[in-house]
C-alpha cells in the first residue's frame, strides 16, 4: 500500500464551482504538507504548504491539514479553466524533510 | 534567469547502455532532488541532496545513481538501464533557509524512453 492515496480523477467543474481534492497518508510522522500544481509538459510549481494541522488560505485556494483522520484537503473556490491541471500532494516528515512522498496527482477539468 | 536545466529533454536509447542526464540550477539552492513521474503513480523520488558531498536515497533509487560534487549540478546516472526505467524525469531544486517550506524549483523533465 502506497504511504499517500489519491484519487487521480479526472475531476470535471464548471467554470465558478468549489474544487475539492484530497488526499489520504498512512505514516503519522508527516509533519509538513505540500499541494503542488502540474499543467501539461510542465514540471509541477508549489501552490500551498501547511505543517501540522490546521487550515491555511490564500486567495482562492485553501489547504486544510487534519492529522487525526490523517486527511489533508486543497479547496479551490471560484475555478477558472485556467485552473485545468494536475495537483499533487507531497509530504515528509521531521527527521527527513529532504524526503518527499508525492500523491498520484488528480486531474481537474474546469469547463467554461 | 532563474532556472533549473536539464539535458536532454528527450532521449531514447537501448537496454543496457549507460547513460547520465544533467541538471544545472543558477540559483545557488543547497537542496536537489530527482523524480521520475509515471502514469497513476505520481512523483516518485528517486534520490535527493542537501549540499555538496550529501545524498540520500528516495524512494525509487534502484538502478540509479547520483553525485554531487558541485553546488550547481546533480546528474542521474543509469549505469545499465533496463525498459522499466521509461519514464518522465524531473529534477527539483530548493533554498534550505526557513527549512523545508521552501518551493522546489523544477526543471522541464527529460523523457526517457528504454527499447
Known amino acids: 500500500q502506497k504511504e499517500v492515496e489519491q484519487d487521480p480523477g479526472p475531476l470535471s467543474v464548471p467554470e465558478g464551482a468549489i474544487v475539492s481534492l484530497n488526499c489520504t497518508y498512512s505514516n503519522s510522522a508527516f509533519q509538513y504538507f505540500m499541494w503542488y500544481r502540474q499543467y501539461s509538459r510542465k514540471g509541477p510549481e508549489l501552490l500551498m504548504y501547511t505543517y501540522s494541522s490546521g487550515n491555511k488560505e490564500d486567495g482562492r485556494f485553501t489547504a486544510q491539514v487534519d492529522k487525526s483522520s490523517k486527511y489533508i484537503s486543497l479547496f479551490i473556490r471560484d475555478s477558472q479553466p485556467s485552473d485545468s491541471a494536475t495537483y499533487l500532494c507531497?509530504?515528509?516528515?521531521?527527521?527527513?524533510?529532504?524526503?518527499?512522498?508525492f500523491g498520484a496527482g488528480t486531474q481537474v477539468v474546469v469547463t467554461p | 534567469e532563474a532556472q533549473v536545466t536539464q539535458n536532454p529533454r528527450y532521449l531514447i536509447t537501448v537496454t543496457g547502455k549507460k547513460l547520465t542526464v544533467t541538471c544545472s540550477q543558477n540559483?545557488?539552492?543547497?537542496?536537489m532532488s530527482w523524480y521520475r513521474q509515471d502514469p497513476g503513480l505520481g512523483l516518485r523520488q528517486i534520490y535527493y541532496s542537501m549540499n555538496v558531498e550529501v545524498t540520500d536515497k528516495g524512494d525509487v533509487p534502484e538502478g540509479y545513481k547520483v553525485s554531487r560534487k558541485e553546488k550547481r549540478n546533480f546528474p542521474l546516472i543509469l549505469e545499465s538501464p533496463s525498459p522499466n526505467q521509461t519514464s518522465l524525469y524531473f529534477c527539483a531544486s530548493s533554498s534550505l533557509s526557513g527549512g523545508p517550506y521552501n518551493e522546489q524549483f523544477f526543471g522541464p523533465g527529460t523523457r526517457l524512453t528504454v527499447l
Open positions: 507531497a509530504m515528509s516528515a521531521d527527521d527527513s524533510w529532504g524526503k518527499l512522498q
Open positions: 540559483m545557488n539552492h543547497e537542496y
